[in-house]
């Protein structure tokens, strides 16, 4: 079965730091790209990161570029975001997602396989 599950959230404070984690199962980790999106309450759905299959390239928004850290360890079929100085406006739920290694976007539509978020919330 085709799965990715993300963990790693919780609360922190304003400037707090965190580490998301995606773990995937069931297909070939290195056939795809992948990227972290996040929705927040009331609002829509952001791409944040991004990362290549092929050489390991990272894409961010700009809400997040200099914060935020996406990476991938290959030998765990693990996606990782490491979040620091976090805002109160980062509180949202993290998703990843897979994309077949065709382009490296976050937009959503070039993404076929999604897990379930999880929360962050930051807060004082």
């Known amino acids: 079965e085709v799965q990715l599950q993300a963990s790693g959230g919780g609360l922190v404070r304003p400037g707090g730091s965190l580490i998301l984690s995606c773990t995937v199962s069931?297909?070939?980790?290195?056939?795809?790209?992948y990227g972290w999106f996040r929705q927040a309450p009331g609002k829509d759905r952001e791409g944040i990161s991004a990362?290549?299959?092929?050489?390991?390239?990272?894409i961010y928004a700009n809400s997040v570029k200099g914060r935020f850290t996406i990476s991938r360890d290959r030998t765990r079929n693990t996606l990782y975001l490491q979040l620091s100085n976090l805002k109160p406006d980062d509180t949202a739920i993290y998703y990843c997602?897979?994309?077949?290694?065709?382009?490296?976007?976050?937009?959503?539509?070039?993404?076929?396989?999604w897990g379930e978020g999880t929360l962050v919330t930051v807060s004082s």
């Open positions: 990362i290549s299959s092929s050489d390991g390239s990272t």
């Open positions: 069931g297909f070939a980790f290195d056939e795809y790209n």
């Open positions: 997602a897979r994309a077949p290694a065709l382009l490296l976007s976050f937009q959503a539509r070039y993404y076929d396989t």
